[in-house]
């Protein structure tokens, strides 16, 4: 993908009165350093959604979730790209941790669900853990 921005996102969801709707999301909580890391979120959720009623919306910017959120995003690493990325600088301050020896890396409490659509990226663990994620 070389440019985030070009996906749709809609969201289904049953109204007040139980009948399923679309919500199209038109805007989308974005963050661009060209040839660093594309990142955009489009939905997230401030506590466990109810339906009907609360089911979430897009997030006001590209931070980590807090305890209790939930946020779905898409981040795109663009071919040796690694230790280009100043996480400090891209996200600021909040719930992220970043390692002082190297700034590409973070720690925060939260769950991860990592999916390779083309290309890999290397996840490293503080226990010194690495696996290299692809496509499948």
Do not use: Y
Request: glycine fraction near 10%; proline fraction near 7%.
């Amino acid at each position: 993908m070389n440019d985030l921005g070009q996906l749709q996102f809609m969201v289904a969801a049953p109204d007040d009165t139980g009948r399923a709707t679309f919500t199209d999301i038109t805007q989308v909580a974005r963050h661009a350093d060209p040839g660093i890391i594309e990142t955009i979120f489009f939905w997230g959720f401030n506590k466990v959604p109810e339906i009907p009623g609360d089911i979430g919306a897009v997030p006001p910017d590209i931070s980590f979730a807090e305890a209790g959120q939930s946020k779905i995003g898409l981040i795109c690493f663009p071919p040796n790209s690694a230790g280009k990325l100043d996480l400090q600088a891209t996200i600021g301050e909040g719930s992220l941790v970043v390692h002082d020896d190297d700034p590409d890396m973070h720690k925060s409490d939260t769950v991860d669900v990592e999916i390779v659509i083309s290309g890999k990226v290397d996840i490293a663990l503080e226990s010194g853990e690495t696996r290299t994620l692809v496509p499948g």
